[in-house]
């Protein structure tokens, strides 16, 4: 059985313990696994420092190169881009905050006011498109075994009457333990893996620009 990434990840963090007592590099492999599945900051600057750490250890010095210490590589520029301009941040931080306090700039009643109408017009258009932020693209499978894709989880087991998200995202996660949700089963969307698998009709995410936006605004504004 194929275990996916999120449940390969949380399944070795359960079984080698706490990170502080391995190896350098099964942390180093651990924080790349992670940076892939989460592409979060904190990760990418730990697969970096531990991959520095790593090269350091005795013998490792002029050895050839491990297949994660390569990929870490790609990363060093855009970590130390990151922490060299942890300064101008915290100005910039501050001076906004300071706006706010004052109530100056973007921060005055009538900036509000048109910021809150340009919001909902945005939310509008994103659910008319179906490009929901932060909506992430999966793989079902029905009863009869045919299989498509949906973008928003949450938003396609409510218009189908199969309760929460959860349930199916446990088929995903944790197939082990959870084979099908009445029938149904799901899986993360890879692009090389899954790009011949259609899409569900009504889920296909349109142009931002599409010209049945109005028409799609229309039918749920009824």
């Known amino acids: 059985m194929i275990v996916p990434p999120a449940g390969c990840l949380k399944l070795l963090l359960k079984r080698l313990g706490p990170v502080e ?9 651990l924080a790349f696994l992670a940076w892939r599945l989460y592409g979060k900051r904190h990760d ?6 531990t991959a520095k750490e790593f090269r350091k250890l005795p013998g490792r010095r002029g050895s050839n190169r491990t297949p994660v210490e390569k990929e870490a590589r790609k990363h060093f520029r855009a970590v130390k881009k990151h922490r060299g301009l942890a300064v101008s941040r915290e100005a910039a931080r501050k001076c906004a905050e300071g706006q706010r306090d004052r109530g100056e700039g973007i921060h005055t009643p009538e900036e509000l006011e048109l910021k809150k ?3 909902k017009e945005v939310r509008a258009k994103q659910s008319a498109t ?7 693209v999966w793989v079902i499978t029905d009863p009869e075994g045919n299989e498509f894709r949906v973008k928003s989880l949450r938003r396609w087991q409510r218009e189908q009457g199969l309760g929460g998200a959860s349930s199916l995202i446990a ?3 944790r197939p082990w333990k959870v084979a099908h949700y009445k029938g149904y089963k799901a899986r993360h969307y890879n692009e090389e893996l899954d790009s011949h698998v259609p899409w569900a009709e009504g889920y296909e995410p349109l142009d ?6 109005d028409d799609l605004t229309e039918k749920e504004e009824k």
């Open 130 to 136: 179906r490009n929901e932020p932060n909506a992430k």
């Open 117 to 119: 109408q340009r919001w």
């Open 171 to 173: 088929t995903a996660n």
């Open 44 to 49: 990418q600057e730990t697969l970096v420092d």
């Open 21 to 29: 007592t391995l190896s350098l590099r099964k942390r180093m492999c």
């Open 208 to 213: 931002w620009n599409s010209p049945d936006r």
